[in-house]
């Protein structure tokens, strides 16, 4: 089953800045003209309603969006890379993985419904840039911002109104089959049911979603058997149907081993309301034994209902219960409303901050001036200088030297590997 699995995305890498000067008949000292590099392409996931498996993320686990072009001559602009899509099934939860835990970022309910889970890089600004009262013709330019990379890990699970939960064989596959347009595959033996299977129930103008999900076993909560599998599917449906097998010798205790596991994985889809069918009734064992089956289920506080799966006796009722039982559900829900945004105002990118972390190292820390520097050629002398001039106009030279910086001091930018001696 594959309902879950664990990828590696990266955003487009920006393009590189063009170092260029205008060449014109009669411009015989045309100034810097080199364009910016485009961005890189953003990752993102969108929901697809077509979609019911994960199986396209079996083979390839990395995906990385097409990097921006190099800026060219005439202060042209490279072009941006294109945005990589990658579509799952609705139901899909996405979480980012940081080492041994996870942070959800979106659960995907809506068809269409997207999320930017990997940005692409900045494209690295052309010689024109630099240019400056000083610096009339700069020779430096940037590179493109590596695009950002993230372990992503997406988990499905099934959009339905009603599970049918049961030990196998107890026939959910067949009910779905006889119940709606699905056709799950059925046979004679447990386990055939390896995936959940959807299927759509109309009950006059109204319908509901049914899903057929695969059969618990003893364990199932520790993960045995198709267990944490089959209880994340369970834990997004509203109602549970209880499959039972009729000619089993002790139904009663079938019913409360799937219920021990429910309990096992979660308080709350132990809590979950439940239609309990007792099937196959189409067996004469079973039919001849219906009063005394209904007297070991008197503790429930309403009898179990009746069927069979195979020839239909019975399943109108399961319908009709089912139908009831959701509408008054569907009643006790609190409306949906859409939330209202929160502006909050936007970060200065330019603030920084400088520390000393030990005699003769500083660390100078804030995104804008950490984005500036990485993208800069620091093993060439005019790129150097560059930089130095830039750091000095937004005034982290000056924030270095109150801070003690002296020539020959190692400066450190953000948590990254960049460093070098300090030469101001």
């Not at 942070?103 to 889970?117: A, F, I, N, P, R």
């Not at 493109?144 to 959910?172: M, Y």
Request: overall charge negative.
């Amino acid at each position: 089953m594959i309902d879950a699995v664990e990828i590696e995305v990266e955003g487009g890498a920006g393009g590189r800045g063009a170092v260029s000067f205008r060449r014109e008949k009669f411009v015989p000292r045309g100034g810097p003209d080199g364009g910016r590099g485009g961005r890189g392409g953003d990752v993102v996931v969108v929901a697809n309603g077509q979609l019911n498996t994960l199986r396209s993320y079996r083979r390839q686990r990395r995906f990385r969006a097409e990097s921006g072009t190099n800026g060219g001559t005439n202060q042209k602009r490279g072009r941006a890379g294109a945005t990589l899509e990658l579509e799952l099934p609705v139901g899909t939860i996405v979480s980012a993985v940081n080492g041994a835990s996870t942070d959800q970022l979106v659960d995907l309910e809506e068809d269409g419904q997207s999320l930017v889970v990997a940005w692409g890089g900045r494209g690295g600004q052309g010689n024109m840039y630099f240019r400056s009262s000083t610096n009339q013709t700069p020779r430096v330019a940037q590179k493109g911002e590596p695009g950002e990379r993230r372990r992503i890990k997406f988990e499905l699970r099934v959009l339905a109104d009603i599970g049918i939960v049961g030990l196998p064989n107890a026939g959910k596959s067949s009910l779905l089959r006889h119940l709606t347009a699905a056709r799950p595959r059925v046979a004679d033996y447990p386990f055939t049911t390896l995936e959940p299977h959807l299927g759509v129930v109309s009950v006059g103008w109204d319908e509901f979603v049914m899903a057929d999900l695969p059969g618990l076993i003893e364990g199932a909560a520790d993960g045995a058997g198709l267990g944490h599998a089959f209880l994340r599917h369970t834990s997004r449906t509203r109602l549970l149907v209880h499959l039972i097998d009729g000619s089993q010798d002790d139904p009663v205790s079938a019913k409360d081993l799937v219920d021990r596991e429910l309990a096992s994985y979660s308080a709350e889809l132990a809590a979950r309301p439940q239609i309990v069918v007792v099937n196959k009734v189409d067996l004469e064992e079973v039919d001849l034994f219906r009063d005394e089956i209904t007297e070991q289920f008197s503790h429930l506080g309403s009898p179990p209902l009746f069927c069979s799966a195979a020839t239909g006796e019975g399943t109108d009722a399961v319908v009709t219960a089912c139908a009831t039982a959701l509408a008054e559900l569907r009643e006790q829900e609190p409306p949906r409303t859409n939330k209202i945004p929160v502006v909050r105002p936007k970060q200065d990118g330019r603030r920084f901050e400088v520390e000393e972390l030990a005699s003769g190292l500083f660390q100078v820390s804030g995104a804008s001036v950490e984005r500036f520097v990485s993208m800069m050629e620091l093993d060439e002398d005019e790129a150097l200088a560059e930089t130095y001039r830039w750091l000095d106009r937004r005034g982290v030279a000056s924030a270095l030297h109150r801070a003690g910086c002296q020539p020959g001091d190692v400066v450190r930018i953000g948590q990254s590997r960049i460093k070098w001696e300090w030469e101001r």
